[in-house]
C-alpha cells in the first residue's frame, strides 16, 4: 500500500504554504517529517485528514497495482492537544466510540485490552477524561486509532508529553503497528525523529524532500538537517 500525493497545494490568503507537495509514503514505514516553525506541518496533515480543502492537487492510495481517492477512513489523526470528552470516564469513551464505529471495527479486543495495550492503569480506566493528564489523554486518542485501525496514521507531536517509560512503550507500539500502515509523524525533536523513524523528510519551502541517511554518521546527518531547515532565512 502508498499514500500518493501529487501537486498538492494550499494558501491563505496571499501566503502559499503548499507549493508543490509531491510524494509517495510506503506502508510499513515511520516517516519522521520536520520542519521550521510555521512551515506547514499541521496544514500538510489537516490537508490530508481533509480537516481543510486543499487548492489543487490529488490524493491516492495504492493498493495491489491499483489506484482510488483517498477516503476518510483511511486516516487517523492524532493531535497534539488531545481532544476528548471530560465528562465520561476512559472505559465510558471507549465503550461509545466502539458501539458507534462496531460496524468497521475488525479483530475487536475487550476494553481491558485495550488499556492494557498502552499503559492505562486499572484504577485510571474508571476516572473521567478531565482528571487525566495529558500524556493520559494522549494514550487514550491513540487507542481510538489503534481500535478504528485506519491504513494511515498522522501523529502530531504525540510523545512530547509522556514519561521515559510511556513514551518508551509508545514508541514500541508505533513500531508494531507500522508494520502494516503508514505512519507519518511530525516532531520539533530531530533525536525522536531519528530514533523511531525509517525515513526523514523535511518540509521546507513548501515542498517535502526525503533526507538520505546511507552513508551518514549521525551528527554528519543532524547538522545537515540543520544546514538545510535554516536556509529557508535566506530567503
Known sequence: ???KLEGIQKSFESKEVLKN?????EEGKIYG????NGAG????????SEDIPYDKG??????????RKLMADDIGYVYSTPQVPDFLTGREFLNFFI???RSKITNLKSIDEYFDLVGIEPEDRDRLLKDYSHGMKNKVMMLVHIIFNPK????????????????AQMKQLLKDISKEHILIFS?????????????????????????DRQGENRDMFEDMIISKLKGEDDE
Open 152 to 167: 494511515i496514521l498522522l501523529l502530531d507531536e504525540p510523545l512530547t508529553s509522556f514519561d521515559v517509560v510511556a513514551a
Open 21 to 25: 507537495i509531491t510524494f509517495e509514503f
Open 187 to 211: 516532531t520539533h525533536i530531530m533525536e525522536l525523529a531519528l530514533d523511531l523513524c525509517d525515513e526523514i523528510i523535511l518540509l521546507t519551502h513548501g515542498e517535502l524532500e526525503k533526507i
Open 58 to 67: 490529488e490524493m491516492k492510495i495504492i493498493e495491489d497495482d491499483q489506484e
Open 1 to 3: 500500500m502508498k499514500l
Open 33 to 36: 517529517l520536520l520542519g521550521r
Open 41 to 48: 506541518k499541521t496544514t500538510l496533515f489537516n490537508c490530508i
Open 99 to 101: 458501539d458507534i464505529n
